[in-house]
């Protein structure tokens, strides 16, 4: 018996290997979920949390209101996403392809955020833009401003923090395929009469798109649902997708309209990644990776 279990052991092992991760995945992410869908198409009478299935959750939350909201949210993760790539473009550029000695360390310094509680980063900009803080003194001393500007309870807060604390996470998937790029290639077009700015679109941008992408993406789907940002930073003026789910089901206890809500922005969150997918593709075929 144990010799058969044995050899059932052996000839499986990259199924035993996997089921933990299934498990993981099975209970953090289906199951929660599935819960959410049965939420969202039910209602609640007393304790009971599912009482009959109905429709009516989702014609509450299928108002402007709400689809503006999810806007906003898919906005702030668009802008969030973009303006990362513009900045961390350059800066993996170089710490991939130029730098040699001490990159470790840089790679260290671009660590650190990951060490830092977000809510530490989050209240050490209340002191930058507060109206005695340090933003407010750079504009004094160059003369932009006669009178102290308050930047807190304002988009513009949110959107600044929201770059600086995910622009990390573009940042590594960057470097990562950057520096896979072999360095001959570029020397050849070089060698070969190209321009810096040539090189840079026929060979380096197209061989790290897959970077690219997963950077983008990463920052895009995460900014999406962030909480903790637009709540500290924009005073509850403006509400996003995760602050109005957190109204929903810490505030108004709505577990149902909540959930449904959810679903909702998770299907306009699924058909902006769908839009970004294939406007990827189309410039990865313009660039001749997708015969």
């Known amino acids: 018996m144990f010799d058969e279990l044995k050899k059932l052991i ?3 092992s990259y199924f035993f290997l996997i089921t933990p991760a299934f498990i993981w995945q099975v209970a953090f992410l289906v199951l929660p979920v599935l819960f959410i869908i049965i939420l969202s198409l039910s209602s609640s009478q007393g304790l ?24 906003r949210s898919i906005m702030l993760a668009s802008c969030t996403a973009i303006a990362s790539l513009l900045l961390a ?10 730098i040699k ?18 809510l530490v980063q989050v209240y050490a900009w209340f002191f930058i833009l507060e109206k005695n803080g340090l933003f407010n003194q750079v504009l004094f001393f160059l003369g932009l401003i006669k009178k102290p500007v308050n ?18 996470f573009m940042i590594m998937p960057l470097y ?23 090189t840079l679109l026929h060979i380096i941008l197209p061989l790290s798109m897959p970077g690219i992408r997963v950077g983008f993406f990463l920052v895009y789907v995460v900014s999406f649902g962030e909480y903790v ?12 997708v995760g602050t109005l789910i957190s109204e929903y089901f810490f505030i108004g206890k709505d577990w149902h309209l909540g959930a449904a809500f959810i679903c909702l922005s998770w299907g306009m969150l699924f058909l902006s990644a769908m839009m970004y997918h ?14």
């Open 48 to 71: 009971d949390l599912v009482r009959n299935y109905t429709l009516h959750n989702f014609s509450e939350v299928m108002s402007m209101s709400h689809v503006r909201i999810v806007m």
């Open 278 to 291: 294939w406007i990827f593709n189309k410039i990865m075929v313009q660039s001749k990776i997708i015969r």
């Open 89 to 98: 473009y350059p800066v993996a550029y170089f710490l991939a392809l130029y």
């Open 10 to 12: 052996k000839s499986e």
């Open 151 to 168: 930047f807190l309870n304002s988009s513009f807060a949110v959107y600044l923090v929201m770059f600086h604390v995910y622009l990390p």
């Open 101 to 118: 000695r001490y990159k470790f360390f840089f790679l260290f310094l671009l660590s650190v955020p990951f060490l830092i509680n977000v």
């Open 176 to 198: 990562s395929s950057l520096e896979k790029i072999d360095i001959k290639l570029i020397e050849a077009s070089y060698d070969l009469g190209s321009s810096f700015r040539k």
């Open 229 to 240: 940002i637009p709540s500290l930073l924009g005073g509850m003026k403006l509400f996003f």
